[in-house]
Nanobody, 119 residues
Framework: VQLVESGGGLVQPGGSLMLSCVAS????????MGWFRQAPGKEREFVAA????????YFTDSVKGRFTISRDNAKNTAYLQMNSLKPEDTAVYYC?????????????WGQGTQVTVSS
């Protein structure tokens, strides 16, 4: 199993970034996908998830209305569109397969991509 994130970087407050996660080694179209993040000195936290069909999405309160999650099952890829970014969104963002938001666990993890929001 492999999850490879991309799209992180440095962005000014109010800016946007889109993260991508390309999956391999499992039946992507059958698995809920999610994103977590971990800021320096803080615990990893759940950010968003999307069910296998893409019909249902979940977000932590702090990103609702600013972030969207989507997927393309034909491309084995999940996305996290982040708008109106704030300095407090700065963290390493991890793609996850079969995430459990209540326990901050998942069956598989990507290597992470750094997102820095700063002027």
């Amino acid at each position: 199993v492999q999850l490879v994130e991309s799209g992180g970087g440095l962005v000014q407050p109010g800016g946007s970034l889109m993260l991508s996660c390309v999956a391999s080694g499992f039946t992507f179209r059958r698995v809920t996908m999610g994103w977590f993040r971990q800021a320096p000195g803080k615990e990893r936290e759940f950010v968003a998830a999307i069910t296998w069909s893409g019909v249902t999405t979940y977000f932590t309160d702090s990103v609702k209305g600013r972030f969207t999650i989507s997927r393309d099952n034909a491309k084995n890829t999940a996305y996290l569109q982040m708008n109106s970014l704030k300095p407090e969104d700065t963290a390493v963002y991890y793609c996850a397969a079969a995430p459990r938001a209540t326990t901050n666990e998942a069956d598989y993890w990507g290597q992470g991509t750094q997102v820095t929001v700063s002027s």
